[in-house]
């Protein structure tokens, strides 16, 4: 059975700095791409980055140069660096896993986490 629990959120003033993780279990962890996704109250569900089994990298424009994912195959955890957070970054963040990056990368692959709240506020 395959899970995806992500840590890490909570409330945060803007410019401040959080770090998302997910643990994976039920995977053959370092051949999966991996994905973080986010959504908004009253929004459509948006990838914020992705990262494939080798390491290669790609984000939202909206989050380029402030947030970084990266993953650690020995712990099958995949994390999410968030700096410099504004307000519009308030949504719940999900871990998204699947064989294929085209899928994590487009409309997100076969499994998901349950999500985390970040809120950005003052």
């Known amino acids: 059975q395959v899970q995806l629990v992500e840590s890490g959120g909570g409330l945060v003033q803007p410019g401040g700095s959080l770090r998302l993780s997910c643990a994976a279990s039920g995977i053959i962890f370092g051949i999966y791409a991996l994905g973080w996704y986010r959504q908004a109250p009253g929004k459509q569900r948006e990838l914020v980055a992705g990262?494939?089994?080798?390491?290669?990298?790609n984000y939202a424009d909206s989050v380029k140069g402030r947030f970084t994912i990266s993953r650690d195959n020995a712990k099958n955890t995949v994390y999410l660096q968030m700096n410099s957070l504004k307000p519009e970054d308030t949504a719940v963040y999900f871990c998204n896993a699947d064989h294929r990056y085209d899928k994590v990368l487009t409309k997100g692959g076969d499994y998901w986490g349950r999500g985390t709240q970040v809120t950005v506020s003052s």
């Open positions: 990262i494939t089994s080798g390491g290669r990298t």
